[in-house]
């Protein structure tokens, strides 16, 4: 059993690496940043549209506090959905982002996947694209890539 000094580091550690996720998704916006719905909304148009293990393999790569956040309202029993048109998948981003409507749901989307680029591993990033009608998959940054978790 960890002392509970160890339970607080290691809780530290689990914030420190969510902050640093979130801080690092960058949009231009005019009023306080909420980086964090922005995550969350992108995180689950992407968990809605994969097959149970590479929703499962994506979120062994996210951290922690993250990785709840990610899998909050999932129903593995649902098929994944196949939205074929980059419309529909941005429309699932501007729903979990209602009341802010002058959000550009695809800047949204791109900044995520550029935090992602950098910090899930590049055959992980792959899989996941690969599983995306090419419309979805254009979304993401050029597959240069520096792992940092």
């Keep these: 059993m960890r002392s509970p000094r160890a339970r607080r580091c290691i809780s530290r550690t689990h914030v420190a690496a969510t902050t640093s996720w979130i801080a690092s998704v960058t949009i231009r916006r005019p009023s306080e940043p909420q980086h ?3 995550l969350v909304a992108t995180l689950h148009a992407l ?3 994969l097959t ?3 929703v499962t393999q994506l979120a062994a790569q996210l951290p922690m506090l993250i990785r709840g956040l990610y899998y909050e309202g999932w129903d ?3 098929r994944p959905l196949k939205d074929r048109h980059l419309e529909e998948f ?3 981003i501007q729903q979990e982002l ?3 409507e002058d959000l550009d749901p695809e800047e949204v989307a791109r900044a ?3 935090v992602m680029r950098l910090r899930v591993t590049e055959g992980e990033i ?3 694209r690969h599983m995306l009608p090419s419309k979805i998959r254009e979304l993401w940054p050029a597959p240069e890539h520096a792992h940092t978790v």
């Design 76 to 78: 593995p029993s649902i």
């Design 36 to 38: 964090g719905r922005f």
């Design 90 to 92: 941005l429309a699932r």
């Design 126 to 128: 792959e899989d996941v």
């Design 98 to 100: 209602r009341g802010d």
């Design 52 to 54: 149970i293990d590479e």
């Design 47 to 49: 968990r809605d549209r």
């Design 112 to 114: 995520v996947f550029d």
